[in-house]
């Protein structure tokens, strides 16, 4: 069945530091992923998202990567600062605009 | 941001009691979503809408039911509200061609 999965439940980085959280998923006809952000409190929020035409988009301190020979996507965040504290869920589109999370990531990001 | 709004925030209540949650979206998104997230865990879809007089079953099982009568609201009901469903509730929307955005949830707990 579809799945997606993180490799690490939890992350801690200094800050300044790079952060890279991975994903891996298993519908190799998956054609659309998502990262979001959630934070104490709040609803998730998203971050970047990739197309399977894509390896690579850039955002703002973000980087999404795709590799779809091993079914992999990963988040990168460039010096990583005490507000991107937060669990980071990637996501992804398993039919008709219906959307498939993983478990999800606590990044804790140390002063 | 987006714009969608979920109440109330939190909610403790008793067994037994008829209990309905409010989304509203103000963006004119066709598409509406419930998900059912415990404490630190992924969401689990358990109700959308493709729009006015649509509704259906997620990939989770629930009680609850939901109605769409207006593009605009998307209501989840509980009949008789029990320990079991304490939980985080959220809400999304998703225009044409843009990832769901979520409301920041409610959060219910049944005593």
């Known amino acids: 069945g579809e799945s997606v999965g993180l490799h690490l439940p939890t992350l801690s980085v200094q800050e300044g530091d790079n952060s890279i959280i991975n994903c891996a998923y298993s519908?190799?006809?998956?054609?659309?992923f998502i990262w979001y952000k959630q934070e104490s409190g709040k609803g998730p929020q998203f971050i970047i998202d990739?197309?399977?035409?894509?390896d690579k988009r850039q955002g703002q301190r973000v980087t999404v990567l795709l590799n779809k020979t091993v079914k992999h996507l990963s988040l990168q965040i460039a010096a990583t600062q005490p507000g991107d504290s937060a669990v980071y869920f990637c996501?992804?589109?398993?039919?008709?605009?219906?959307?498939?999370f993983g478990k999800g990531t606590l990044l804790t990001v140390n002063p | 941001e987006a714009d969608i709004y979920q109440t109330p925030r939190y909610l403790v209540i008793g067994t037994g009691k008829k209990i309905t949650l409010e989304c509203s979206q103000t963006?004119?998104?066709?598409?509406m979503y419930w998900y059912q997230q415990d404490p630190g865990m992924e969401l689990h879809l358990i109700h959308y809408?493709?729009?006015?007089?649509?509704?259906e079953k997620g990939d989770l099982s629930s009680e609850s039911t939901v109605s769409r009568i207006r593009t605009e609201h998307f209501p989840l009901t509980l009949e008789s509200a029990r320990p079991s469903h304490t939980s985080q509730y959220l809400c999304?929307?998703?225009?044409?061609?843009?990832?769901?955005?979520f409301g920041d949830g409610t959060r219910l707990s049944i005593l």
């Open positions: 999304a929307s998703m225009g044409q061609n843009q990832p769901q955005h």
């Open positions: 990739i197309r399977s035409n894509m």
């Open positions: 963006m004119g998104h066709d598409k």
């Open positions: 996501a992804e589109k398993s039919s008709n605009y219906k959307l498939t």
């Open positions: 809408s493709y729009g006015v007089n649509s509704t």
């Open positions: 519908n190799s006809a998956s054609d659309y």
